[in-house]
């Protein structure tokens, strides 16, 4: 026995204090996350696959790999943690039952300290490697320059040390259990077996109590909270993770008439779960590395969101849970208006985040706010949303109009057909812009060459108001939705096609939010089934032209669709050129979460940005498959003097390579 | 102080319009209605006053059932109540009827300010307030781009051709509003729901003691045409000076706009 | 039984006070009334002269330093006065803001029907009047069967012809006995070059094609002799040639003048968003393939620096500046 009772006495006391701090500090954390209002997308159920994500994120550092270098070192620090949970166990118990082993005196307990050994080593050099990555290479990521991760890594990497210390002291000195299976430890004791007995049994106290205070400083940690509290509130966040759509918005109860407060104006309107993200950030950075805004000298960079959200939790939170005051109003004060209005929802943050934290919605939450609650926004705003709602377009082109673009056609619409195959959902863009009914014109093409039976609405279309619901305008949306939703009530089809992925999401991922639930499908897989099925035929252009392809967020990281546009352009023969932001890592266009309608007057223009990088590749040409893209890139290219470079809607590829041989009529006939 | 502000339902500008099968009146099936423009400027106007200075703002509107619509969004911006006058049918009112029924309607609110749009967009009729006014002896100013209101007098910009002028009226008094006069507010959720909750008095012809004899229009719409659906399109030939010319000849004479 | 018509001055009298007296004329002729005129202001002095060829036989003139400025308190009165005075059937004046104020007024007095804002008018045992409506969308023909009945004509629509009468004798008058409840402070005319944008009647607006901002006076001497606004395309203000309060379109300004001129602007929706209900749109770009000529009433194919000053230059010449 090592300790002496005072010793014992005193770590009792230590013990007892810890715990104590440690337990208030934990009902507190817990007590902030519960102030938070109810989260209606959390749904009871599912707890099966949660746990199964969750244990496969945590133990097998899914997301965190991503980037081997890092992740590898962290990986090794993870699972040291649980190796070492049962050293601390043992450690601490043992200082009042001698010899005490979780595993007892078995075979699991001699692997064990075999296995502990090696992940001191291990976690030591995850440590060095992590720590020399942020603080010494430092990627541009990582750009706050953190005390808190210096302290955070000193401990780990202390505790380590202390366990092997206190390991080879015990070891020199022969009480060392299992000591034949310490390999690291027995292999440092050989370094203090020149010290004197009487020298080297104060340092084993030393060494012991160096060990068990890096431990209780490492739980310290987790309750201040320091960034390390992630290793508990991370795998709950990944645990509780919302099981709706990433593009599914909450749906705000409108109807409500004791509701108060719409949207997020204070800390404690967010849900619980939008606070657990908070505590689950490890300021990883990942969120920034393909934010548009951040890559743009824009004031909005999500790691520093959330930092500043989460710092405002713990300095004000507490105070109201406790009954001593209000915590003060989020935007404008804690987070800047120019913030809250850059962020463009492509999701970047959100598909790269390793703690499952959603950034998107907190912004758009405290758009709610100021909209719905203050209608304080951007003068465009209004425009568009005032031209939304009464003229059912952004432009406020007459609504009487919708179907101009088609006259020539021969595009049937429903209210005279009442029923076809597909419905095929212009959208304003191709409704109204020049642009647009071009892309439109090439999708009718196609659809008559494959004698597709399909049918439009016509003037019976209107905006779906998807950007208004992003720029926090949540009654104008729904208004639009239930008119919508009755207009497709009346009409047969079974399917939708929209060649928009903003369409897309609104009639996938959120009109099922309203009991309405419809087969939607993107033309770019519309047109790869067409092509697979034989029924559209083209000409693989032996000239292949270098094609550099722009994934939409909305169809790339909203809808997972990465493949078929590729594979499309592949087979008109267009030599198909990732950028080196592409698929997962796509960079946005500028446009999305309505700012299409806003002026971008920060920083550097996103579309600029975008396109420059686009025609880097050295491509001929750019194909994207969104309009709100391909208006952004084509301005992008004239703004980087780069107008040789079209940018070419994927429909618009297809339909010139359309061979008239597998062209059918517009009867169907070949 | 007592606002009353007089607003009409119209069609959205934006709209396709069509002559209807009569070929006298615009077919109003399907059109999408809105308040008038300028009327959104005069209830932004009420409310700010009520919000600077305390007042009772009343909006006033005259028409079918569905100017309910409208008085409701005046009522989201922050207007306290509504007033309805309901007119038989739901087109056709001539300004000097519909300006005579307002008068009487507006004079039983008792107001010690009338704000109004200086037109309503759909029959850019541009004469009901100044009629209610004299009916109801106010001094008024139409087009008014800057309004200054104390308990006793309303000191107003009026805009003219090439120049504007401020004026100063004793209350009450009739202003009619120009665009510049302010920004119109976007109403925010919690006023639209407790909108839904004020008060809408419903007035009638009879109730007024009125007859909708004077409601007949003493002129008559003999045919309604659309001028020109599209654009001409127009793309000028010839030598610069020959296409200058033509365009300049174009705009005055066939246009008539210079 | 009379005609009269209502003669707009400020300072001396105003072109459209000629339009007025012209088209009242017609309707003299053809209904075989006698014509009238209404001069109110501070003098009509020599003016009267500038009114023979209309076959007016009398203009009656209210002079007074109070009557200089439009109040409705004083011309109401007077106009309400003479016309039953002179047993009129119809009533016409100038569609200005002056003359609809005036004559709505006047027609809320005698509850009478009045056609605001008229195209054309002509007798036809009634006045009948061409008015448009829903911003010029539809234009309706319309009879005033009641008398008087009143009607205010559009400046510049109106041919002014005059045929050999002589001036009309002058009926000089006073002001009224009314107490003036409106008081007039403060008369600005408005400093040539600073036309607001939303409200300009005519807009020049620059994009891409002017190539470099130091080229904004080739627009900017066009504005001035048209009394124009300056407008941009978002293009040109993110290019930081101009200041953003310039900019039509989506996110700029919404324009809806009489005319619309867009110099080097190709035409993007956004742009469209913002002066696609401008009455008249002329286009002037070097690219023939540009949206903006699908939009346009009148186009030009062209250089724009070449255009430009040759079209400023004929406007100079046909505008007598």
Avoid at chain 1, 459 to 469: N, Q, V
């Amino acid at each position: 026995m090592l300790l002496t009772l005072p010793e014992r006495l005193i770590f009792a006391l230590v013990l007892i204090g810890c715990i104590g701090w440690f337990a208030q500090r934990t009902v507190l954390l817990v007590r902030l996350i519960r102030m938070g209002a109810d989260d209606p997308d959390i749904t009871p159920g599912l707890w099966r696959t949660r746990l199964a994500d969750m244990l496969l994120d945590v133990f097998l550092q899914r997301k965190v790999l991503r980037k081997p270098y890092v992740g590898s070192f962290h990986l090794l620090i993870v699972w040291g943690f649980f190796v070492f949970a049962v050293n601390t166990v043992n450690h601490f118990t043992g200082a009042f039952l001698p010899g005490f082993h979780l595993f007892g005196d078995t075979f699991a307990a001699r692997g064990y300290a075999a296995i502990a050994d090696l992940f001191a080593l291990l976690i030591i050099t995850g440590v060095v490697g992590m720590a020399v990555r942020r603080h010494v290479l430092r990627p541009p990521i990582l750009t706050r320059p953190s005390v808190e991760s210096a302290i955070v890594f000193t401990c780990i990497g202390g505790a380590m040390v202390a366990y092997l210390f206190a390991g080879s002291t015990k070891a020199a000195l022969g009480i060392l259990r299992h000591s034949e299976y310490h390999f690291a430890c027995t292999f440092f004791a050989r370094y203090l077996e020149s010290i004197p007995a009487s020298l080297l049994r104060p340092l084993a106290h030393v060494a012991w109590w160096s060990d068990a205070l890096m431990h209780l400083a490492l739980i310290g940690l987790l309750v201040i909270p320091t960034k390390h509290l992630h290793l508990v509130a991370g795998p709950i966040n990944l645990l509780f993770r919302r099981p709706r759509p990433r593009g599914a918005m909450t749906r705000l109860n409108l109807e409500d008439e004791s509701a108060e407060q719409f949207g997020v104006a204070k800390i404690e309107q967010f849900t619980w779960k939008q606070n657990l993200d908070l505590y689950a950030c490890i300021e990883c950075g990942r969120c920034l590395e393909y934010c548009p805004t951040a890559l743009s000298d824009k004031p909005l960079r999500p790691k520093e969101l959330i930092v500043d959200l989460k710092d405002h939790l713990i300095a004000h939170g507490p105070a109201r849970v406790n009954g001593k005051g209000e915590t003060p109003t989020l935007p404008g004060g804690v987070v800047a208006t120019d913030v809250i209005w850059a962020c463009t929802t492509c999701a970047a943050c959100v598909e790269h985040c390793p703690m499952g934290i959603e950034h998107v919605d907190k912004l758009t939450d405290m758009r709610r706010h100021l909209v719905l609650m203050e209608a304080a926004f951007p003068e465009t705003a209004e425009t568009a949303f005032r031209q939304m709602e009464t003229a059912g377009n952004p432009w406020g082109f007459p609504p009487g109009d919708r179907a101009a673009w088609a006259q020539d056609l021969d595009v049937a619409t429903f209210a005279e057909k009442r029923r076809a195959e597909v419905l095929y959902w212009v959208g304003c863009n191709g409704s109204y812009d020049d642009r647009g009914k071009r892309i439109a014109r090439a999708m009718v093409k196609i659809l008559q060459a494959a004698g597709v039976d399909f049918a439009i609405l016509g003037t019976e279309e209107r905006c779906h108001c998807e950007s208004a619901r992003r720029l926090g305008n949540e009654l104008l949306y729904q208004t639009a939705a239930q008119e919508i939703m009755e207009t497709l009530k009346q009409y047969e089809f079974s399917r939708i096609l929209v060649t928009c992925p903003h369409c897309l999401n609104t009639f996938i991922n959120e009109y099922s939010a309203f009991d309405a639930h419809y087969r939607v499908v993107h033309h770019t897989e519309f047109i790869a089934e067409l092509l697979d099925g034989g029924r559209l035929r083209v000409n693989a252009s032996p000239s292949g032209r270098a094609t550099v392809y722009h994934d939409s967020c909305y169809l790339g990281r909203y809808h997972d669709t990465y493949d078929a546009p590729r594979r499309v352009l592949a087979t008109a023969g267009q030599r198909v050129i990732d950028p080196p932001h592409a698929r997962e890592r796509g960079l946005c266009c500028g446009a999305g979460g309505g700012r299409m309608w806003l002026e971008e007057t920060l920083g550097v223009p996103i579309n600029a940005l975008r396109a420059r990088e686009l025609a880097e590749t050295g491509a001929h040409q750019t194909a994207a498959a969104c309009p709100f893209c391909i208006t952004m890139l084509t301005d992008g290219m004239k703004s980087a003097h780069r107008e040789d470079i079209a940018v070419l809607d994927i429909a618009e590829i297809i339909a010139d390579a359309l061979t008239s041989a597998g062209a059918h009529g517009p009867d169907g006939s070949e | 102080m007592k606002i009353v502000v007089l607003v009409k339902r119209v069609p959205d500008t934006a709209s396709v319009f069509k002559v209807a099968s009569d070929g006298r009146s615009v077919e109003l099936d399907g059109l999408k209605f809105v308040m008038s423009p300028y009327d959104e400027h005069a209830v932004e106007e009420a409310i700010r006053l009520k919000e600077k200075m305390g007042a009772e703002v009343i909006v006033l509107s005259a028409g079918p059932p569905e100017c309910k619509e409208v008085i409701r969004s005046a009522l989201a911006m922050g207007a306290d109540a509504g007033a309805h006058l309901l007119l038989p049918g739901d087109t056709g009112y001539a300004s000097r009827g519909v300006a005579e029924a307002l008068a009487v309607a507006a004079k039983t609110l008792e107001p010690d300010l009338i704000l109004a749009g200086k037109q309503a967009v759909d029959d850019d009729a541009a004469q009901v307030p100044e009629r209610v006014a004299e009916l109801l002896d106010l001094p008024h100013a139409s087009i008014v781009t800057r309004l200054e209101c104390t308990a006793t007098a309303v000191t107003v910009d009026c805009e003219v051709e090439g120049g504007q002028f401020t004026a100063e009226l004793p209350l009450p008094a009739l202003v009619t509003a120009q665009k510049g006069l302010n920004t119109p507010r976007y109403p925010t959720l919690p006023n639209i729901m407790k909108a839904k909750k004020k008060e809408i008095r419903e007035l009638t012809l009879d109730k007024l003691g009125l007859s909708g004899d004077r409601l007949a229009a003493g002129m008559t719409v003999t045919a309604m045409a659309l001028p020109r659906q599209q654009r001409l399109g127009k793309i000028l030939d010839g030598d610069t000076a020959q296409r200058v010319k033509e365009l300049v000849r174009a705009l005055r004479e066939d246009e008539k706009v210079l | 039984m009379s005609i009269l018509a209502i003669l707009e001055q400020r300072g001396g009298l105003k072109p459209c006070a000629y339009e007025t007296l012209s088209a009242a004329a017609t309707i003299a002729k053809a209904s075989g009334m006698p014509l009238r005129a209404l001069y109110i202001g501070a003098g009509l002095g020599e003016d009267a002269q500038s009114l023979a060829g209309f076959g007016a036989a009398t203009v009656y003139a209210y002079e007074d330093p109070e009557l200089t400025h439009f109040t409705p308190d004083a011309y109401v009165p007077i106009v309400v006065g003479l016309a039953r005075e002179l047993d009129a059937k119809v009533i016409l004046g100038s569609a200005t803001s002056v003359g609809k104020a005036l004559c709505a007024s006047v027609a809320g007095r005698l509850g009478v029907e009045l056609a605001q804002d008229c195209t054309a008018v002509a007798w036809d045992s009634a006045l009948a009047a061409t008015k448009p409506l829903y911003a010029g969308k539809v234009v309706a023909e319309m009879r005033l069967d009641a008398t008087p009945a009143m009607a205010t004509l559009r400046p510049n629509v109106v041919r002014v012809e005059r045929n050999e009468t002589p001036p009309p004798s002058v009926v000089q008058r006073g002001k009224p006995e009314v107490t003036l409840r409106t008081i007039i402070r403060d008369v600005v005319s408005a400093a040539a070059g600073t036309v607001e944008l939303t409200e300009a009647k005519i807009v020049v607006s620059g994009g891409r094609g002017l190539g470099d901002p130091k080229h904004w006076p080739v627009l900017q001497s066009l504005c001035d002799t048209l009394g124009a606004a300056l407008g941009a395309s978002r293009a040109a203000v993110d290019a930081g040639w101009i200041a953003h309060p310039h900019q039509v379109g989506q996110t700029g300004k919404v324009v809806s003048p009489d005319v619309y001129i867009a110099c080097g602007i190709s035409g993007a929706i956004q742009h469209q968003a913002g002066m696609r209900t401008a009455r008249l749109i002329v286009a002037i770009n070097k690219d023939p393939d540009a949206p903006i000529f699908k939009i346009c009433d009148y186009g030009i194919v062209g250089d724009l620096f070449e255009i430009v000053p040759a079209l400023n230059e004929e406007f100079r010449r046909v505008l007598g500046k």
